[in-house]
C-alpha cells in the first residue's frame, strides 16, 4: 500500500488549501484514513480521520469548524480542505491508513491506534 500526500504549499493567514492523499495498492473502501502534522519544534499530532464508508469523521479541536475530510472511494483518493489557516497551522502534512478497525474516531486522532500506512509529507506554510 502506497499513500502519496499533496497540494501542501505557502498561504498567507485566512488563505484555503486542499490537500489530497492517494492510496494504491488497495482498495481505499478497506481502509481508515487519518491525516497527521508535524509542526516544528512539536511532535506529531493527529489532525483529522474518516471511516472507510465515511460514516464518520473527527476532527482536533484546533481545526474544527476550519478543516473538512472527504473521499472519494472511485478516484482512491481523501482530501483534507483547509480554510481560515493560521500561522500555527505550519507544518508538513501526512495522510496515514488503518486496516482494522476501518473506522474512525477520536483514538485514531489521539495517536491510540498504530496506523498500519504512511505517506511522505506534504508541507503547509501560512505566512505573513
Known amino acids: 500500500v502506497q499513500l502519496q500526500a499533496s497540494g501542501g504549499g505557502l498561504v498567507q493567514p485566512g488563505g484555503s488549501l486542499r490537500l489530497s492523499c492517494v492510496v494504491s495498492?488497495?482498495?481505499?473502501?478497506?481502509?481508515?484514513i487519518g491525516w497527521f502534522r508535524r509542526i516544528p519544534g512539536k511532535g506529531r499530532e493527529g489532525v483529522s480521520c474518516?471511516?472507510?464508508?465515511?460514516?464518520?469523521?473527527y476532527y482536533a479541536d484546533s481545526v474544527k469548524g476550519r478543516f473538512i475530510i472527504s473521499r472519494d472511494n472511485a478516484k482512491n483518493t481523501v482530501y483534507l480542505q483547509m480554510n481560515s489557516l493560521k500561522p500555527e497551522d505550519t507544518a508538513v502534512y501526512y495522510c496515514?491508513?488503518?486496516?482494522?478497525?476501518?473506522?474512525?474516531?477520536?483514538?485514531?486522532?489521539?495517536?491510540?491506534?498504530?496506523?498500519?500506512?504512511w505517506g511522505k509529507g506534504t508541507q503547509v506554510t501560512v505566512f505573513s
Open positions: 474518516i471511516s472507510n464508508n465515511a460514516g464518520s469523521t
Open positions: 495498492g488497495f482498495t481505499l473502501d478497506d481502509l481508515a
Open positions: 496515514a491508513a488503518l486496516r482494522e478497525p476501518p473506522r474512525c474516531s477520536r483514538y485514531m486522532v489521539l495517536g491510540v491506534y498504530a496506523m498500519d500506512y
